[in-house]
C-alpha cells in the first residue's frame, strides 16, 4: 500500500488549502482512512477520518472548517481546510487500516505534507 499526500504549502490567516491522498489501488478495501497532523513538540492527533461503514468524524478544532471527502475513482482522498489559523501549522499525514492475517490491524501512512499558516 502507498499513499501520496500533496497540496500542503504556505498560507495566511484565514486561507484555504486541499489536500489530496492517492492510493495504490482501490480506497474500498481499506477498513478506514484519515487525516493526522503533528506539530512541532506534539503527538500526532486524528483531524477527519470516514470508515468503510460510512462514519466520519472530526477533531473538536477543525469541526466546521475542514472537510474530508473521497473521490473512489481516482482512489484518492481529499482535506479541503478553510479559514486556517496558525495552529493548523503542522505536517499533515494521509493515513490507511486494513486488517491482515490472524485480524492484525496494518497501519499505512503517507510520507506527510507541511502545512503552514502565517499570522
Known amino acids: 500500500v502507498q499513499l501520496v499526500e500533496s497540496g500542503g504549502g504556505l498560507v495566511q490567516t484565514g486561507g484555504s488549502l486541499r489536500l489530496s491522498c492517492a492510493a495504490s489501488?482501490?480506497?474500498?478495501?481499506?477498513?478506514?482512512m484519515g487525516w493526522y497532523r503533528q506539530a512541532p513538540g506534539k503527538q500526532r492527533e486524528l483531524v477527519a477520518g470516514f470508515t468503510r461503514g460510512g462514519i466520519t468524524n472530526y477533531a473538536d478544532s477543525v469541526k466546521g472548517r475542514f472537510t474530508i471527502s473521497r473521490d473512489n475513482a481516482k482512489n484518492t482522498v481529499y482535506l479541503q481546510m478553510n479559514s486556517l489559523k496558525p495552529e493548523d501549522t503542522a505536517v499533515y499525514y494521509c493515513?490507511?487500516?486494513?486488517?491482515?492475517?490472524?485480524?492484525?490491524?496494518?497501519?499505512?501512512w503517507g510520507q506527510g505534507t507541511q502545512v503552514t499558516v502565517s499570522s
Open positions: 493515513n490507511a487500516k486494513l486488517t491482515g492475517d490472524y485480524r492484525v490491524p496494518l497501519d499505512y
Open positions: 489501488g482501490s480506497i474500498f478495501r481499506f477498513n478506514a
